[in-house]
DNA sequence: CCACATGATTGGGA
DNA sequence: TCCCAATCATGTGG
């Protein structure tokens, strides 16, 4: 393609001799002018004799140029051997000086100003929650069970799940590990990346300016790419995570009913507070600690409980006069209740909580509701809406809203 | 499998 | 923030 008519091939003494740097004035480092201005006649020095004005010194550079820009085009042996002989060329410190020139005038020595990249707080965030999750820092094994811990004393799971937790644990690590070799992987492939790109920009340093300043540079640019794609990998690593998480430890996935006893103490304290089914913030967790189960559970609980007590009181009746019996029980036979008072501010527990029940509660049958439990429940939390009575067809109590 | 029970969630209101 | 009401999703008994 290219046709010099000179051999490129330079040889040192010649290179060194011809257009060293204190030879011609215009090409030096510290003195650069631009490469056209360079015509002066009696600056041809010895290599270039034979060669009379700066026009040919001008078709010589050229020649270099297009050599280097379709240095890309040719085989690798090829270009390494042209290479070589570029990098011997007689002309090559003068290439040196003037891209020295170029680039101080443009100013790209300065353009590395900013150069603190602030922390992604998208990068952040999962690293975070990696670390959190057990997945991201030292092998501890700590973060999959605490998160399971945390997951099952709040759901007040019986000890049976443990079988999920084995499992949850072993997909966990299995996640973990994955992780850590995809990202072991990026790591490796970008600290060679990083030596290949510095060992080419030191070779290159040979022919034109590189400054360390700008190794450097290189090397945070390629860290930022590299980093983008490892926040890649720990975004879907978050999403693996969450999905593991919501399937083995979501509890609307793994509701549990309450043990017995635990649904006991919240009926017995809902039945005995009828009037005012709403237990205070040291009620709740009272019963949640009773109950072993948590305080939303309690809350929960306390709302379900009334709503559908509420829309089906016949249905609850049988219940209601259960209960109501075992408190009345509790109460003759000890004179002081074995559980807490209530906090509603109704005084005594006992004394009311056996009032409300036994208010309502004539007979044992359940099945004719003859009592109006909406007579005694003085609080008006239930009076609103009876009108739907579709939902309660064997129960009249149609009139509790008075 | 079906119907019902039940704990949890959600959206709106006060 | 609490509660209500509706709804979801799972548990359970037949």
Redo the contacts with the bound molecule.
């Keep these: 393609m290219l046709q010099p008519q000179q051999p490129i091939t330079g040889n040192g003494p010649s290179a060194s001799r011809g257009l060293g740097l204190n030879v011609h004035p215009g090409m030096h480092p510290l003195n650069p002018v631009h490469p056209h201005s360079q015509h002066r006649p009696d600056g041809i020095p010895a290599g270039l004799e034979g060669i009379e004005n700066g026009h040919d010194n001008r078709r010589d550079i050229k020649d270099i140029l297009q050599q280097i820009m379709t240095i890309t085009d040719q085989s690798l042996d090829e270009a390494q051997a042209k290479k070589h002989a570029l990098n011997c060329h007689r002309m090559k410190p003068a290439l040196f000086s003037v891209l020295c020139e170029i680039k101080e005038k443009t100013g790209l020595y300065m353009r590395n100003a900013q150069e603190e990249e602030p922390p992604d707080p998208q990068l952040v965030r999962l690293d975070n929650m990696l670390l959190a999750e057990g997945v991201a820092g030292p092998e501890k094994g700590g973060g999959a069970a605490a998160a399971v811990s945390a997951a099952t004393s709040s759901?007040g799971m019986s000890p049976d799940s443990s079988l999920g937790h084995s499992d949850y644990k072993s997909k966990l690590s299995q996640i973990r590990n994955i992780y850590h070799t995809e990202l072991e992987k990026y790591e490796q492939a970008c600290s060679e990346f990083t030596t290949h790109v510095m060992n080419l920009l030191r070779e290159q340093s040979r022919t034109r300016p590189v400054s360390p300043r700008e190794i450097e540079r290189m090397v945070a640019i390629i860290h930022r790419k590299f980093s983008s794609i490892q926040s890649q990998l720990k975004q879907s690593t978050c999403e693996a995570v969450m999905i593991l998480r919501s399937r083995f430890l979501d509890?609307?996935?793994?509701?549990?009913?309450?043990s017995k006893q635990a649904?006991e103490g919240l009926n017995e304290y809902f039945y005995s507070h009828l009037s005012n089914p709403?237990p205070s913030e040291e009620a709740k967790e009272e019963l949640a600690k009773q109950c072993s189960i948590t305080m939303s559970?309690v809350?929960?609980?306390f709302?379900?409980k009334?709503?559908r007590y509420?829309r089906n009181i016949g249905?609850f009746q049988e219940e209601a006069n259960l209960y109501a019996m075992k408190t009345a029980l509790g109460a003759t036979q000890s004179e002081e209740s074995p559980h807490t008072p209530n906090s509603t501010g109704s005084g005594s527990f006992s004394l009311s909580g056996s009032a409300d029940c036994f208010l309502g509660v004539p007979p044992m049958n359940g099945e004719q509701p003859p009592y109006h439990m909406g007579a005694q429940t003085n609080g008006n939390?239930q009076e609103?809406?009876t009108p739907p009575s579709a939902t309660s067809p064997g129960s009249d109590h149609s009139d509790n809203s008075d």
Excluded: E, L
């Design positions: 759901g509890a609307r996935r793994k509701r549990r009913n309450f649904t709403y559970q809350s929960n609980w709302g379900n009334r709503i509420k249905k939390w609103q809406n």
